[in-house]
């Protein structure tokens, strides 16, 4: 049983797209039809652009069809405010790749999660650090305003405080307010740990429900949204049923490499498997979450970097170093 | 000049109807044509009911047709649990005498201002503490939700926060989700720091444009919901405007009792006294809010005191002492 | 290897003394000598006794010579207030059995941990919610302090924020304040998931060097501070490399349990293991924490009962009642 | 009635030296016998530096004998971090003319005031912002703390909420670890709104018995700590009894300025102000708080920028870019 058959059998899923493309690759053991992945390389980040063509791709990587941008940035964990710096300003021209709107064109930003859970709460902080302009451009003389895009922003909840679908709440927002795009900006979970808080994921295809660790049940996307969606999502956790599954996995291949030991490992009921890693999560099963101890900080740093990087990106006359100023 | 003019002149409301009252009935020395007030008296609260009843009404008072019963209630301050469970189901009783909605009816519950700034967080707070069922009605089997109504819970954050006018973010989410009432909370300013955190003002009259600390821009009552409004609405400061303007007025009346002092002070010019509020107010004019050391606290307190109420008001087939266990 | 031969390699300590005993009993499949249990039922929890009385048993427990009650109530999880109030009497009752001062002695509770990080900040928590009341015995009239012992409360931080050795703050305290007893509340880490901010262990021992989630440097403990220690510790996490070490224990279960597959199993070198268990881990090493999705509810749960059950056992002439409705 | 006379009798002080200086300069109309003071002019600042010289100097402005330096900047509202960064590069200079410390001596930096409540804060904000060495240099290898002087950090909390006198708190840790230096920052009541978050006072004095929001009942300063230590204090509020207080002053003035309306005002019995005084107070008294709607921001602001100004001094061989950077 592979990787993505066992977490689909465990209700669990996999939010990057570069990781799904890691774990199909790994289970055929070769590129996928229909998949396109670039690379490229900055000083303190490296960029993956992966970009999944037609529907038999988007079946084989359990994403739907679009481009999807991820940030690894490591050295986001040295606390070094240039090197902040600089990760903010590769997310600002990654985003900027993306958007495909003019310079009067309205942007509304969705911070989801529960405010109230740490891991949960990375885009609501977001929400919070962010400058929205809106009100400026609507109320205020043009000289506020000059040179600003009209940027609104919502941090909606999450199901168990509102008792409301959040893509309802953001829909009914979109009508009202009626913005040319939407940022969402969502914790997810990794397959790794080095990924929590120094990775960033760009997807243009919004939010497919189910995936974050809010688990949206709806999507919020141009189906839904009526507009376009673009996800914005940073692994904040690594689920403790991957731990599991990474321990086995690695213990297996120890067997296959040690003949005299594991000849018949191979043949290993994937049930047994699957019920071993039941046991160790125990009853609260699949939500059982694994974070580093400095998770708090490590939270407040890639929130603001995501914060200053959407801003460059979003008001593009304005000197990017007002933004690092302002949010710092 | 009165005490509302000054006000009025300086662009401040006057947020409590009971306060209004008192100054409307101080002016003109007898009681209102068009204005009908009642009076209840429970262990630990004193309740007044007024009613505006008529336009010419409306005019004098400053608050639109319809009821508005407060809550006195200063034993909160003492931190009695038992207290507080008591003034939790006298809220609840005044609540049910205003809901006119049958048993299967829904309700919104909005939490206005902004949850950075601790005396306007109170809206927030209260979504925060509340149970929200509407979700477990919808997706869940009949035995979890089974006696509760549904509800719903928001908190749409403040234009400075969204970008977006708050009746905006309400009327979308109302459109989407057809609740059949919605009941908003909101933290006011007094003209007595007694009040403060001790009074709750309930309104069927919804939110009016400009009331509440945050100064909403649009109304957010029937009109612009398209469904009934209750207001709950509790003071959590008194403007310093009103301390400064308190200890102009205790001195006149001290001069108008002496007249060897003051023999002519009634004619002082009422810019003059403007003027000598301004000075003490100084660059933040309006903006300075008065509040006790302990607010923090009290907040917590009247927040909890909110939540219970209005559970047990909606609920009305759970035994109340259930909610007590809950919100303290 | 046996498991706690892994952890001491790791540099992984094993907090819960009833935990250390199922591992040590594991490993040699009988009564250790020089430990005593005892068990009691209640009808939410379940409370195991363990006495470690020599030298030799403390050698082979790692943990001091003295009494390690612990308290598990899985029911915690069900957030009912009323079985909370019960949990918090069970504690008190406990903690009772250990407290060895008379009426007029003074106590001083002590918070360890970060307050900054989540499941850290329990103890800090509980210092919150803790009423004291040695100022009122020093400096109030009699009639407000009247059957209430002297209970003061410090919450001295963690070494990475104050950069002095939390054990050399508390022993400063305490030469200027001469408390007759010490309670410190510290968060730990256990080897099970479900024991996460449902069990509670007492131990007359005080905190020994390298313990807690913060890992103190220097004990606080009799020795060290020159008054007799008690320490009220609750699992807020489990280490990821527990689970990691718990997938591989369970699966090398399952080969020697179907020899056709694993006959070679046993002689598996423990480094291969060790090796796995790092590499799963990546970078955070040992500093990678699982716990549950709702941990922020949780640790404001179990921190009220704490600090209830503390206040019960401290001052017996009052009302438990008063107690509950305080802390809820 | 001077001022003064007025808050001695309300039990109210004056904690700013600057302003005590104006009130006692104002009743009596001359420079002070024993006082000296000096102003000097930054771009964004005001620096005044009042000697209090002799113990009739002391008597009459009502603190010890001492240095005591006010930074101005009503700049910091405008929430510029350039500005900000200037002003705490002047607090920096200012603070390193009252340090008399040699390049190895170790300092203590104490953050006063009450965490739960707003505009108390202020002190363990600072703690919580600041770069602590004293571990790295006690602990680590030379080279993480070279150039580094050793600082230690507390937020001892509030008689309220430990039980046990802050200055004894502090006491207690002075002796175990021996700093050379205290640096206590503390919140401040002003007499102008206009000085709230953007005020600087320096006091080579310490901090004297019942002064700051928290009202120390002890001292902090050489006499009871056996180090030299430096108050650094913010305003965070005004009174309200200030803002009435004001109020009548201008209103007298007024009537002083109109012979005919008040040629008896100046006859009037100070009495009768302090019950008006009293009355618009009502049952708070004197803990009716004045603060900007934005006082959240405000102390974040002067918080970062206190933290940042005391690094930059106590580490002079670091380049103060690093403290912004890191501080913002």
């Known amino acids: 049983m592979g990787k ?45 652009i992966i970009g999944i063509m037609d529907k038999s791709a988007e079946a084989m990587m359990g994403k739907p069809v679009g481009t999807y941008i991820t940030i690894d940035a490591p050295e986001i964990r040295q606390n070094n405010k240039q090197v902040h710096n600089e990760i903010a300003e590769v997310l600002a021209e990654q985003l900027s790749s993306m958007l495909k709107i003019g310079p009067d064109d309205s942007v509304l930003l969705v911070g989801l999660g529960n405010w109230n859970a740490t891991p949960d709460a990375l885009g609501p902080r977001v929400i919070n650090y962010t400058l929205v302009t809106r009100h400026l451009k609507k109320y205020a003389p043009q000289d506020l305003s000059g040179g600003l895009r009209s940027v609104s922003a919502l941090a909606p909840g999450v199901l168990g405080i509102t008792g409301i679908e959040t893509a309802e709440i953001i829909r009914g927002v979109v009508e009202k307010t009626q913005p040319n795009l939407i940022i969402a900006i969502d914790a997810l979970a990794a397959q790794n740990t080095e990924r929590i808080a120094t990775s960033i994921q760009l997807a243009d295809t919004g939010i497919a429900p189910g995936s974050g660790i809010g688990n949206q049940r709806m999507g919020i996307n141009r189906e839904t949204m009526g507009v376009p969606v673009i996800a914005i999502g940073v692994p904040t956790v690594v689920n403790a049923a991957v731990i599991a599954q990474g321990t086995l996995d690695r213990f297996l291949q120890q067997l296959a490499n040690n003949p005299a030991l594991g000849q018949n490992a191979g043949s290993f009921n994937p049930i047994i498997l699957e019920n071993i890693i039941k046991e160790v999560l125990g009853p609260y099963k699949t939500n059982l979450m694994v974070t580093p101890k400095e998770i708090d900080d490590l939270i407040e740093a890639i929130g603001k970097i995501i914060s200053g990087g959407i801003s460059i990106a979003l008001h593009p006359s304005v000197d990017p170093e007002e933004f690092h100023m302002y949010l710092h």
């Not at 465990?10 to 590129?31: C, F, K, P, S, Y």
């Open 4 to 48: 993505r058959e066992l977490y689909t059998s465990m209700g669990l899923g996999i939010d990057m797209a570069l990781e799904a493309h890691d774990i199909v690759r790994g289970d055929t053991g070769q590129e996928i039809p229909g998949v396109r992945m670039d690379k490229k390389t900055y000083p303190n980040a490296e960029v993956s």
